[in-house]
């Protein structure tokens, strides 16, 4: 038996609590509100890393494609400074300076445009000093090809102009930057007789001296580029002129 | 015996913000000592281990001219900051913050690592270091996310 009054009660009961669960907050809403979603958070790392890797790329962009025009320099050494071969400075200077260098390596050239200019002015330049060039190549196929094509310019007597035109149309490794046909434009953009450089770039005696310069480098110990070895004491990476000068300045005071 | 049982336990009793800011700070002194040799123009020290200055002289060790350390030092010191905040305030932001920025950081590591061992062809002794705090600093930063509840009082209950 049920009331009128009972009846409306229980009716206004259910309205009450169809309002009550309206304005209660929803479980799985109260869960997440205010939450952060490990996933979300992961997804936005993982497109932020991905975004920083881009750049990277982008920023550290190849200076010199294969398809770059190319670059002509000549070593920047005094005019009336004695050069033989893979020598540089006067023959009976004091001190002799071992320079080991693959022409691939981003650092040789960072040396060869920061310290050896310095150092032809001065210490080449004034006999304290003499560099000997040692050929090594341990980062591809066009570093091997690079170091023949400086040796044949070296039978032409401009090794020097050959190796700072090589290093100033270096690109990404063994990418076409120093393939066969750039090196040949060198040398034909440096005036060299392109017959005798070609016969000379693809000889027995080029490969044998790049064997004879890694032989080299193997027997004093030098594993990296660029090294340079004074008076038997290694310095490895691009060092500082002063330190270099320093140590020239030590091993002739030495003698 | 009892000492070194005494140290376990508080160890155990530290608060994760600490154990963060301790592998930040181990970040920061590796990125700062890097960073401070490529500046100069030196090279880090490697001693009888093979391959830092390779990776130094490498024309991937620098972004845009900025040696890469660099950028190492700005990450630790931000995640630094966000684990000593986190820890003194234990709002759950600055722990997500710092979960995804070591997060974004290892990302970048696992490419600076394919680059060290098949285009530069070594591995820097002191960058494997910091790939390391920053893989610890992730772990840690997700492990604590895990269990925020327990540290966020925004969460509990």
């Known amino acids: 038996m049920t009331t009128p009054n009972a009846a409306k009660t229980r009716r206004e009961r259910r309205l009450e609590e169809r309002l009550a669960r309206r304005e209660a907050p929803h479980p799985r809403r109260t869960e997440t509100k205010g939450r952060i979603s490990l996933g979300w958070l992961t997804l936005v790392a993982v497109v932020g890393g991905l975004v920083l890797i881009a750049a990277a790329v982008v920023l550290n962009g190849d200076r010199n494609p294969p398809t770059a025009p190319l670059t002509v320099a000549v070593a920047t050494v005094p005019a009336d400074l004695e050069s033989d071969g893979y020598a540089l400075g006067r023959a009976d200077a004091p001190v002799t300076i071992d320079l080991y260098e693959d022409f691939q390596c981003p650092a040789c050239r960072t040396w060869g445009e920061g310290v050896f200019p310095r150092l032809a002015a001065n210490e080449l330049a004034n006999g304290t000093a003499r560099l000997v060039f040692h050929p090594m190549a341990f980062l591809g196929p066009e570093s091997t090809t690079a170091a023949n094509a400086a040796w044949a310019a070296g039978q032409q007597g401009r090794f020097w102009d050959m190796w700072a035109t090589i290093y100033a149309n270096q690109g990404r490794e063994n990418s076409g930057a120093l393939g066969n046909e750039r090196l040949v434009a060198m040398a034909e953009r440096l005036g060299l007789d392109l017959v005798k450089f070609g016969a000379d770039m693809d000889s027995a005696a080029a490969d044998a001296d790049l064997s004879a310069g890694i032989g080299e480098a193997s027997a004093a110990g030098v594993s990296s580029t660029p090294t340079l070895v004074i008076a038997g004491q290694a310095y490895v990476g691009v060092q500082p002129y002063p330190d270099i000068a320093a140590a020239i300045a030590a091993a002739g005071a030495a003698r | ?157």
């Open chain 2, 1 to 157: 015996m009892t000492g070194s049982a005494g140290t376990l336990a508080r160890l155990r009793g530290l608060h994760p913000g600490i154990v963060l800011a301790i592998l930040d700070i181990v970040g920061l002194a590796i990125a700062a000592y890097l960073s401070s040799v490529a500046l100069t123009g030196t090279l880090p020290y490697c001693g009888p281990l093979k391959g830092c200055e390779e990776v130094a002289l490498s024309e991937y060790s620098r972004i845009g001219g900025i040696p890469v350390a660099v950028f190492g030092v700005f990450l630790s010191l931000t995640l630094f900051v966000l684990a000593v905040a986190w820890w003194r305030t234990s709002r759950p932001a600055l722990l997500a913050a710092h979960y995804g920025l070591s997060l974004l950081g290892v990302i970048f590591e696992v490419y600076f690592t394919y680059l060290e061992l098949f285009v530069i062809g070594y591995i820097c002794v002191w960058c494997a270091a910091y790939g390391i705090s920053l893989v610890a600093r992730f772990g840690v930063a997700l492990w604590v996310w895990l269990r925020r509840d327990r540290y966020s009082p925004e969460y509990a209950g």
